[in-house]
């Protein structure tokens, strides 16, 4: 009787998760028919402070799935710390002010030599007006959905990549950062491209809404600027 070879699988970490294991990649060896969550428990195995008290999310060749997927030989599974609160998160809507260190630390890799950060900040001034603070509002739930629907797909393109897209919300005075874009590579040229692909998209097609507060006045501002 022919034995059946083990399932190879590639199993990358991110954020808090990376930093536990002090690794974004390890590669493990299941039995055949092995399930996701016999990948997580593995890695739970090697390093448990990954599982100790967290939810652990799962993606499948960059697709969500829970522990009862199944596995081929060659996949990759990830695994994904939540994305509400602390430091290391790729998306982030907050009425905090934002924290530049946090942003490039969710974006960086010891392996990756470019790192490429945008910054948009409030003006004060504004179709020759001048502009006293913005007001920021989103649909959460749906901006954040949108930003990191953005965020996976420009990784997917420049792959090997990691986009980083905070937002504000509520009132910002003259010269607070408003968004905080960044892009993380090996190379800087992927670095860039997708840096400004993520920004001209994030202005596109994310719910998030600006009023512009001048001395005569205050009113949404409906065109991307």
């Given at each position: 009787m022919?034995?059946?070879a083990s399932v190879r699988v590639h199993v990358r970490l991110f954020a808090s998760y990376r930093e536990a294991a002090g690794v974004g990649?390890?590669?493990?060896?299941?039995?055949?028919?092995a399930r996701v969550r016999d990948a997580v428990a593995e890695i739970a195995k090697r390093h448990p402070l990954i599982s100790e008290g967290r939810k652990v999310v799962i993606a499948r060749n960059r697709d969500y799935v829970d522990g009862d997927?199944?596995?081929a030989d060659g996949d990759e599974v990830a695994l994904i710390p939540p994305v509400s609160g602390g430091a290391g998160q790729r998306i982030l809507m907050s009425d905090r002010e934002l924290s530049l260190?946090?942003?490039i630390a969710?974006?960086?890799?010891?392996?990756?030599g470019g790192i490429v950060v945008f910054l948009g900040t409030v003006r004060d001034n504004s179709r020759g007006k001048r502009v006293t603070h913005l007001e920021y509002?989103?649909?959460a739930e749906m901006a954040e959905a949108k930003m990191r629907e953005i965020a996976d797909r420009?990784?997917?393109?420049?792959?090997?990549?990691?986009?980083?897209l905070h937002h504000r919300t509520g009132d910002l005075a003259i010269g607070e950062v408003a968004v905080i874009v960044v892009a993380g590579a090996p190379h800087r040229d992927a670095a860039f491209k997708a840096?400004?692909?993520a920004i001209d998209e994030l202005k596109t097609v994310v719910p998030i809404w600006k009023k512009e507060h001048a001395e005569d006045g205050a009113i949404w501002i409906e065109e991307h600027a």
């Open positions: 022919t034995r059946l990649r390890i590669d493990v060896e299941l039995p055949p028919g997927a199944p596995l260190d946090d942003a969710a974006a960086r890799d010891p392996s990756w509002e989103a649909y420009l990784e997917r393109k420049h792959d090997p990549c990691r986009v980083v840096a400004r692909e």
